[in-house]
């Protein structure tokens, strides 16, 4: 069985950083596509980063571009996520997902959609105060 876990979240002021870590079972999740979505309290699920198995690739939600950093190191099967100049807007939980299935090769714009991942972990929280 596959198992992703994450750590590193907490709760900091507005302007500080955090690095999330996700630590996978097995090499089949590290040799794919690997994401990070978060919920907001009341919100729907959406999708932060995104990274290529070989790490080459990166895609990242308008609202996170030039702050947070998606890297992955296959040799540890490991993803992170360096956050920098928080904001209260970025408190949410967040989640790491992976996927043993091809069509982000194909179609690696579609990296948002839920549905392209089949593996989840349990999410760590992130608070932002002002």
């Known amino acids: 069985q596959v198992q992703l876990v994450e750590s590193g979240g907490g709760s900091v002021q507005a302007g500080g950083s955090l690095r999330l870590s996700c630590a996978a079972s097995g090499y089949i999740v590290s040799s794919n596509y690997m994401a990070w979505f978060r919920q907001p309290p009341g919100k729907e699920r959406e999708g932060v980063a995104a990274i290529s198995k070989a790490g080459g690739s990166t895609y990242y939600a308008d609202s996170v571009k030039g702050r947070f950093t998606i890297s992955r190191d296959n040799a540890k099967n490991t993803v992170y996520l360096q956050m920098n100049s928080l904001k209260p807007e970025d408190t949410a939980m967040y989640f790491c997902?992976?996927?043993?299935?091809?069509?982000?090769?194909?179609?690696?714009?579609?990296?948002?959609?839920?549905?392209?991942?089949?593996?989840w972990g349990q999410g760590t929280q992130v608070t932002v105060s002002s």
């Open positions: 997902a992976a996927t043993d299935r091809g069509g982000l090769w194909i179609m690696p714009w579609r990296w948002p959609e839920e549905s392209q991942y089949n593996y």
